[in-house]
């Protein structure tokens, strides 16, 4: 009789590369905790620094510069965005071993200037949702938050008063930073499309999806309410018939099912949120300054000031008007232009606009902001 030979165990080449891979990708994980918690202690030595000449700890101007030059050094395949949102959170969790700032927005949770704030100050901060921008000005001025982000103007709607009211109201408030976000809408349900009959929705969600609501759902009844994220909390208590136009991240928040993504009619749909505050931003030799004046209710005075702007050779991002409230008839102008109010052209400018504006304010220079989608 004779006897079996002992089986051979048959090595499979795919699993030992995948092992491989995995043991070389624990590896690199082990070093990157590493050089994490290694980065953090040297930020949390410069918080030291900043502490003792009392400079504040979020530095927008600098951030800007690490995040430029990541992207300069970025070269795949991750894309831009995604390192960058990697990074946000990064410097958020060392910034808050220095102090964990505190931060207003427009809420509730889950609203667009709620994500607009998460992606310029990660999450690592101690987040306030404040029903009003009145509120919002109102607690930075009293300083019970570092830090706020208001809504400035979309590129489909454009301006927003109330915003512009309340650097009126406000002139020492600042802006120190920007954020442009890139405002996907998308249809929230948990009924089914055929059942959809009512849609709630903020009054400018509503008019940026205006065309596509007409053509997809042209009986169904819409409602303004007071924010996108209330009209998802709305009808997760209201499922039947409803459905709310929000964001991504309130879908996930609420789980509630996204029924249409990506229903703005304009693809470059985009709202420029300011980030306010006390302090000034430092140059980075890539910023804009945001001034506030008033002029003469006289022939061609506008004229004059715009003449101001060309002699120095300073080109305008944004103008806008505003009524004010002061003086029937009169108007306060908004105006951004490029460079920082530290930069000879613009000290230039600013002194020149002095002599012919009634009131000037300069409400801050700030680095620009890259476009998060």
């Known amino acids: 009789m004779t006897t079996p030979n002992k089986a051979t165990v048959q090595t499979d080449p795919e699993n030992c590369d995948m092992q491989k891979i995995r043991m070389e990708i624990d ?11 290694r980065r953090a202690e040297l930020a949390s030595s410069i918080g030291q620094i900043k502490a003792m000449r009392g400079e504040g700890i979020f530095n927008p101007a600098r951030e800007e510069e690490v995040l430029q030059n990541l992207l300069h050094h970025n070269h795949g395949p991750l894309s831009n965005s995604n390192l960058l949102a990697i990074y946000r959170e990064i410097i958020s969790s060392s910034r808050a071993l220095q102090h964990k700032l505190k931060v207003a927005f427009l809420g509730p949770e889950y609203s667009f200037s709620h994500v607009a704030s998460m992606a310029r100050f990660g999450q690592a901060v101690e987040f306030h949702p404040l029903s009003s921008i009145s509120m919002i000005f109102e607690e930075v001025e009293r300083k019970h938050v570092d830090f706020a982000v208001v809504p400035l103007e979309n590129s489909t709607d454009g301006r927003i008063t109330d915003t512009l009211d309340m650097f009126v109201r406000l002139p020492q408030i600042r802006i120190c930073a920007e954020v442009r976000l890139r405002v996907h809408h998308h249809l929230l349900a948990i009924c089914s499309e055929s059942q959809i009959k009512h849609i709630y929705s903020k009054p400018q969600a509503l008019s940026q999806c205006r065309g596509w609501l007409s053509k997809t759902f042209p009986e169904a009844v819409l409602h303004e309410i007071s924010s ?40 470059d749909n985009e709202t420029r949120f300011a980030v306010i505050g006390t302090h000034d931003s430092k140059r980075t030799g890539r910023d804009k ?17 715009l003449n101001i702007f060309k002699q120095t050779k300073i080109n305008l991002t944004w103008i806008e008007s505003f009524p004010s409230r002061q003086v029937k008839g009169e108007y306060v102008f908004f105006v951004e232009f490029e460079g920082h109010k530290l930069d000879e052209q613009a000290k230039m400018a600013l002194e020149l606009l002095s002599k012919f504006c009634d009131q000037l304010t300069v409400l801050g220079s700030f680095p620009l902001a890259q476009l998060v989608d």
């Open 27 to 37: 590896s690199i994980d082990e070093k990157i905790v590493g050089l994490i918690n």
């Open 228 to 267: 996108t994220a209330a009209a998802a909390q709305y009808i997760l208590e209201n499922t039947e018939g409803t459905a709310a136009i929000a964001s991504r991240e309130a879908a996930v928040r609420y789980g509630l099912r996204i029924a249409y993504s990506n229903i703005e009619d304009s693809p």
């Open 289 to 305: 300054t945001a001034i506030m004046f008033q002029i003469p209710h006289s022939p061609g005075s506008l004229a004059d000031i």
